[in-house]
């Protein structure tokens, strides 16, 4: 599966943006679609994922626990998309943001970065105090 984002840019504290991520390839497996992020000097961490089942006929949801209740991930099923809405951003947001996905048949709630085999670009997300 090939994986493009899109979306990210500068925004100031409390602002939005929106981040999308289309998959091309594979699309009638089942498996699981995840958000990540970096920022400078760290790891990559979990910020939300969505497990997508068989020919994307789920949609349950998950949150890393920072960004619980600000941001809200979703699915475009026609365009077989993803999207993070992120909502009162914070200077910490500030990130690469990756999307990913994991293998075929491994649909479930997946937190690390090892579970994840197919990753898209990297998008950057700046928030301004």
């Known amino acids: 599966v090939q994986l493009q984002a899109s979306g990210g840019g500068l925004v100031q504290t409390g602002g939005s943006l929106r981040l999308s991520c289309v998959a091309s390839?594979?699309?009638?497996?089942?498996?699981?679609m995840g958000w990540f992020r970096q920022s400078s000097g760290k790891g990559r961490e979990f910020v939300a994922g969505?497990?997508?089942?068989?020919?994307?006929?789920?949609?349950?949801?998950y949150y890393g626990d920072s960004v619980e209740g600000r941001f809200t991930i979703s699915r475009d099923n026609a365009k077989k998309m993803i999207s993070l809405q992120m909502n009162s951003l914070k200077p910490e947001d500030t990130a690469v943001y990756y999307c990913?996905?994991?293998?075929?048949?491994?649909?479930?709630?997946?937190?690390?970065?090892?579970?994840?085999?197919?990753w898209g670009q990297g998008t950057q997300v700046t928030v301004s105090s």
């Open positions: 990913a996905a994991t293998r075929d048949q491994y649909s479930g709630s997946y937190y690390y970065e090892y579970e994840y085999d197919y």
């Open positions: 390839g594979r699309t009638t497996s089942s498996y699981t």
């Open positions: 969505i497990v997508l089942g068989y020919s994307w006929s789920g949609g349950r949801t």
